[in-house]
């Protein structure tokens, strides 16, 4: 038999070493800015009365969907309150939320470089492929080297684990935006800016909401492996319930991320359809009905096609 072995793992181990020393403070201020902005998104959750809560995202839910959403948002959060996971829930959606905001604030642009730039993207594929197939119990443990026990870690690998699909997608709705489209609005000396933001964004943007969703999905499955790390929520409930063989707890924490996934699924996939902007101009006040798709009082569709083929009299003929 060979003696031959690659001491791979010592050489990550040798390198995480090195980012120790060197890199420290780095890591640090990470530490203290996740630290942060959880503490901030989990006091906005944890402060009010859970009923005044549970309204609020009630009334979301009726103006994003309708009131069938708005009733299972109702049933599904009222359910965390009745099996006494509301604080934990509210924590792991804190963790959830800035964990998938940094990672959509990271992967959008990646995105759309790689989009740009055929050096970039072929560069950023191969890290995502390893991103995306690297085990997840896996990224806690450089997790755990560089930003100790606790919410930190868990924030880490939640945005390494969910980065790839919204780099992916963003790039792959970029680039299927129609270049006769794009060449149109270059003939019209528009700037590479401006093509960007008014032609490749909106035309690409059901692609980038789905990348968007999945990483929110992805934040949300990372929920339960970042309680091995101390990060605490519905994770440190099921990591309690499975040290235990506690059942009912470990089902109830399941069911409570079950809960929390489907409404961030549906609000993500209300604003990928566009009404997620309408939602927000409804809160505003300020909804104005386009003028170009505004119905015409007293005609139908036969009078407005006579109308404009100049057989008003008699329609359809």
């Not at 640090?28 to 998104?41: H, I, K, T």
């Not at 009010?48 to 959060?77: C, D, N, Q, Y």
């Not at 959008?108 to 594929?125: E, F, N, Q, T, Y």
Request: aromatic share 8%; charged share 15%; net charge neutral.
């Amino acid at each position: 038999m060979m003696d031959f072995r690659i001491p791979f793992g010592d050489w990550i181990t040798s390198g995480l070493d090195w980012v120790q020393q060197n890199l420290g403070w780095l890591f640090d201020f990470l530490r203290a800015l996740f630290e942060g902005m959880y503490d901030g998104v989990y006091w906005i959750f944890s402060t009010p009365p859970e009923w005044a809560v549970i309204l609020v995202v009630a009334a979301l839910a009726l103006l994003a969907r309708g009131w069938r959403f708005a009733v299972g948002t109702l049933v599904g959060l009222l359910f965390i309150v009745g099996v006494n996971q509301w604080d934990n829930a509210m924590s792991s959606l804190a963790l959830v939320i800035v964990a998938a905001c940094l990672a959509i604030v990271i992967s959008v642009p990646l995105g759309i470089w790689a989009a740009r730039s055929p050096v970039v993207s072929a560069v950023v594929k191969p890290v995502m492929d390893f991103l995306q197939t690297m085990p997840a119990l896996v990224y806690l443990i450089p997790a755990i080297a560089l930003f100790r026990i606790g919410v930190p870690p868990g924030i880490f690998a939640t945005i390494l684990f969910a980065l790839a699909p919204g780099v992916r997608l963003t790039e792959l709705g970029i680039r299927g935006v129609d270049k006769e489209v794009v060449e149109a609005g270059q003939a019209f000396g528009a700037s590479p800016g401006r093509i960007l933001r008014q032609i490749q964004l909106p035309l690409a943007m059901p692609s980038i909401m789905a990348g968007i969703n999945q990483i929110i999905m992805l934040s949300l499955s990372m929920v339960v492996i970042a309680g091995f790390v101390g990060a605490g929520g519905l994770g440190g409930q099921v990591t309690k319930a499975l040290s235990s063989l506690d059942k009912p707890l470990g089902f109830e924490a399941g069911m409570a991320v079950v809960v929390l996934a489907i409404i961030l699924d549906r609000f993500t996939g209300a604003f990928g359809q566009g009404r997620g902007a309408h939602l927000i101009k409804r809160i505003r006040g300020t909804v104005r009905q386009d003028p170009s798709t505004a119905p015409t009082p007293g005609k139908d569709t036969d009078q407005l096609v006579a109308a404009d083929s100049g057989n008003g009299r008699s329609p359809g003929r």
